[in-house]
C-alpha cells in the first residue's frame, strides 16, 4: 500500500521524505489554510521535494472553472493530481481532466455508489472519508471494503485506486490495508504514532543496558 501525507506543511513533508515513507502528498483547502501559505507556491514547493503525486484541490464548484484551475495547476509540475469534489460538476471535470490525461482524485467521497461514479468517469483515485463517517456514528471502514470489492469485481473497466483519507489512528491505516485500499493518506502525527510502541522502547532500553553492562566496545 502506498502512503501518501496529508499534509501542507513543508517540514513534515521533508522530514517524512528523510525517513522514506512518502510515496505521495494530499493537500486540501483546510490544510493550505493551516499552513498559512500561498496555495500555488505551497503546491510547487512540494513538487520539488517529493516525485509522487501531489493532490491539489480546486476551489470552485463550477465545472468549467474546476477544468480551468485544475489544467493550470497541472502545469506546475508533472506530478500534480487534481482534487475535485464528488458533485455533478465535478464528476464532469473529473471526466474532462482524465480525458486530457491529467490525474484526477475525487475527493469527499461519502458512499460506494459515489465511488462507482469516479471510477466509471476515469478517476485516477477516489478519496472516501472514513474518520468523518465514523464522526457521525457510522462504520468508516466498511466504505472502504465495499469499494475495493466493487472496484476488483470490475477491475477490467475501472482502473480507479481507493486512496483511504481522513485516517484518524494507526490502527485504522493497518486496516485499509487489510481491506486492500491502494493507498492511504496519513496525517504526519499518525505516521509517528505508528512507529512508536511501548514495548520496542522497554525492549531497547534493556538491549542497551545489557550492552553496556558487557564492558565491550563496537
Ligand atoms: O485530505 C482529506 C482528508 O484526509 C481530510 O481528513 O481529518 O479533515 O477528515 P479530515
Known amino acids: 500500500m502506498k502512503f501518501f501525507i496529508d499534509t501542507a506543511e513543508i517540514e513534515e513533508i521533508k522530514s517524512l521524505s528523510e525517513l522514506g515513507l ?118 468508516g471502514l466498511n466504505l472502504i471494503k465495499e469499494i475495493v470489492h466493487i472496484y476488483n469485481t470490475y477491475k477490467k473497466d475501472i482502473k480507479t485506486e481507493v486512496l483511504a483519507a481522513s485516517i484518524r489512528s494507526p490502527l485504522q491505516v493497518s486496516q485499509v490495508a487489510s481491506m486492500g485500499a491502494h493507498v492511504a493518506t496519513i496525517p504526519p502525527k499518525i505516521i509517528y504514532q505508528m512507529i512508536k510502541h511501548p514495548l520496542t522502547d522497554i525492549g531497547l532500553d534493556t538491549f542497551m543496558n545489557d550492552w553496556k553492562k558487557t564492558g565491550q566496545k563496537f
Open 22 to 139: 512518502v510515496d505521495g502528498v494530499t493537500t486540501n483547502p483546510s490544510l493550505i489554510y493551516k499552513s498559512g501559505k500561498d496555495f500555488k507556491k505551497v503546491i510547487k514547493e512540494i513538487s520539488t521535494i517529493v516525485e509522487g503525486p501531489i493532490s491539489a484541490e480546486v476551489t470552485s464548484t463550477d465545472c468549467q472553472e474546476m477544468i480551468a484551475q485544475g489544467q493550470e495547476l497541472a502545469k506546475i509540475s508533472n506530478n500534480i493530481v487534481i482534487k475535485v469534489p464528488l458533485t455533478a460538476d465535478g464528476l464532469m471535470a473529473c471526466k474532462k481532466l482524465s480525458s486530457n490525461n491529467i490525474k484526477v482524485n475525487v475527493t469527499l467521497c461519502f458512499s460506494a455508489s459515489q465511488a462507482l461514479l469516479a471510477g466509471k468517469l476515469g478517476a485516477t483515485y477516489i478519496s472516501p472519508f472514513i474518520g468523518r463517517l465514523d464522526d457521525i456514528g457510522t462504520t
